[in-house]
């Protein structure tokens, strides 16, 4: 009875990744975290007049948009149904829940109060918010605590972060706006510009997920892959066959911007972290780690050893949620949580 009280007055905390693809939230009750994709569904005006054809299917999937744009909200009201719901999962007690949340390390003071907004708009009390790398390397086992320094490199749906981990804080970060989104949008265009026929979400997933991006550019080895996409004249479902070539050449220009920033980053680090670094090697993390030949490409890019996590996709919440449970019990944790001054 007594304990059955107290978790009714206890403040619960949780933890949430809010990803530009991806959101987990942790409950904080030791269950498993739970995984939706952020996608708010847009209301169309017209919406009863639905033909029953695949167009119309099609341009019904165009309605759900992500309200982050490069791993930060643009579109708080969005941003806030999308987590409203469910944070009231979350909920067991009377009171709001205090939530750990994660940002990139690029975000400037005011897109992180406007993540912290849409949290509390959402039903949280109070919101604390650490750096994605930081949790990311916890999440992957990586030893932040080492007094050497580690590389970790996460590369999600719109944001690839890299950060330097020494003696457990952050010690060095830089990231860039570019990822998964731009690797599918330049498919698309590269599609729709040959063959005038638009692809779908989950086709454009697809090839970012089949095709071997470290594999060398060889025109004459072309083999063909069928895909189904709305020809953008006739408005009709149209056949296409596209060659694997075609693909890579599409997501190059979007792979080189990616491994030029993370390059230019190593070359930026000060003398002794990077002499470091050449011993640790990299670590990769987020969704864009899974990307066939990603790890090919950036050894011989960096002359590093790259290794790639377990679990990758859910580096950064599996990290706030130990975080998480290694400061509940302490009174007021989240007061405690500053963002760290990084060296520009
Ligand atoms: N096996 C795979 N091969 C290639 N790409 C993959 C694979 N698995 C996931 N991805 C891609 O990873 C992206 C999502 O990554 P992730 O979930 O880390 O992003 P996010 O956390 O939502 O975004 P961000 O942190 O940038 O705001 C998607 O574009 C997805 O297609
Ligand atoms: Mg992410």
């Not at 904080?28 to 007049?49: A, M, T, W």
């Not at 341009?59 to 992500?66: E, V």
């Not at 791993?71 to 007690?93: C, E, F, M, W, Y």
Request: net charge neutral.
């Amino acid at each position: 009875m007594l304990a059955c009280f107290r978790q009714i007055l206890a403040q619960p905390s949780i933890a949430i990744d809010l990803g530009t693809a991806n959101t987990r939230i942790y409950a904080g009750r030791g269950e498993d975290f739970r995984e939706e994709p952020s996608l708010v569904q847009h209301i169309r005006q017209d919406q009863k007049v639905h033909a029953p054809d695949d167009y119309f299917t099609y341009l019904n999937t165009q309605f759900t948009s992500s309200p982050l744009r490069g791993g930060v909200i643009v579109d708080i009201h969005n941003a806030v149904s999308l987590l409203k719901p469910l944070l009231k999962q979350t909920r067991t007690g009377l009171r709001h829940p205090v939530s750990l949340a994660c940002a990139p390390t690029d975000t400037s003071e005011k897109e992180r109060k406007r993540l912290a907004e849409a949290i509390l708009g959402a039903g949280a009390a109070h919101v604390a918010i650490i750096p994605e790398p930081w949790a990311a390397a916890i999440g992957a086992g990586i030893d932040v605590s080492k007094p050497t320094s580690q590389l970790l490199i996460d590369i999600g749906e719109g944001v690839t972060d890299l950060a330097v981990l020494r003696g457990g804080r952050l010690v060095y970060a830089s990231a860039v706006r570019t990822a998964c989104h731009d690797l599918q949008q330049a498919i698309k265009n590269a599609v729709l510009s040959r063959y005038r026929v638009n692809l779908s979400q989950p086709d454009l997933e697809r090839l970012t997920h089949e095709i071997d991006s470290g594999r060398e550019y060889d025109p004459t080895a072309a083999s063909p892959i069928n895909l189904t996409g709305i020809d953008i004249i006739r408005h009709l479902p149209r056949e296409i066959t596209v060659n694997r070539e075609e693909i890579i050449k599409a997501m190059t220009p979007v792979l080189t911007k990616i491994l030029g920033m993370i390059e230019t980053g190593i070359r930026r680090l000060p003398p002794w972290f990077a002499t470091e670094v050449q011993d640790s090697g990299l670590w990769l993390t987020g969704g864009g780690s899974c990307i066939r030949g990603i790890d090919r490409l950036l050894a011989a890019r960096t002359n590093l050893a790259v290794h790639l996590t377990p679990d990758p996709n859910h580096a950064v919440i599996n990290g706030a949620i130990k975080a998480l449970h290694g400061w509940k019990e302490q009174a007021e944790w989240w007061k405690r949580i500053t963002w760290p001054t990084l060296p520009s």
